[in-house]
């Protein structure tokens, strides 16, 4: 088998498309037979499809570490602080523990943004990276610095929602 180089891969930008394009990945990876461990961030919500798929799918695992209701930008939550360092500390452990082949950190920089993670925090997790290992990190706000040191950065850009025109959250759509 060929040697794996782990790459950082982050998705940003407005648009629509940014955690499923992870998901993605992670189903990709699931049919080379990898392992895969996606956080949720800022998220806490058991009906979303994914939560429910990785019921069903070998290799995924998946913790949501938020409540389920938005965060308040400058204002958050005790509880939503105390997840999101939880889950940067699980998201540490699971990353050194060199078990997982693909480590998805999912808003992570919307927690960032928010002031819920520090951005030195993001930024260790990728130097404490195993080399197999490939780190996806999600969200809008993606920082400079964590972009610079990224291999791979996509921008997903509205031109368009579907939310503008009255239509909103749909099962299997938006989550
Ligand atoms: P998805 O989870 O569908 O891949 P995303 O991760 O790119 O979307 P987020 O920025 O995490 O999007 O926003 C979460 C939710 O907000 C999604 O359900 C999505 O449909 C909605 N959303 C994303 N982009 C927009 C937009 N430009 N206008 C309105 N709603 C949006
Ligand atoms: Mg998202």
Known sequence: MKSKKGLVLVYT??????TTAAMG?????????????????MKGNPDYGEVRATSYLPNF??????????????DPHPEDLRLAREGAELARQVIAGGEYDLVILDEINVAVDFGLVSEEDVLSLIDLKPEKTTLVLTGRYASEKLMEKADMVSEVREIKHHFKKGIGAQPGIEY
């Open 13 to 18: 930008g407005n648009g629509k498309g940014k």
């Open 25 to 41: 990945l992670a189903l990709r990876a699931i049919g080379h037979g990898e392992k895969v461990y996606m956080i949720q961030f």
């Open 61 to 74: 695992h998946l913790v949501q570490k938020g409540r389920d209701c938005f965060v308040k930008k400058g």
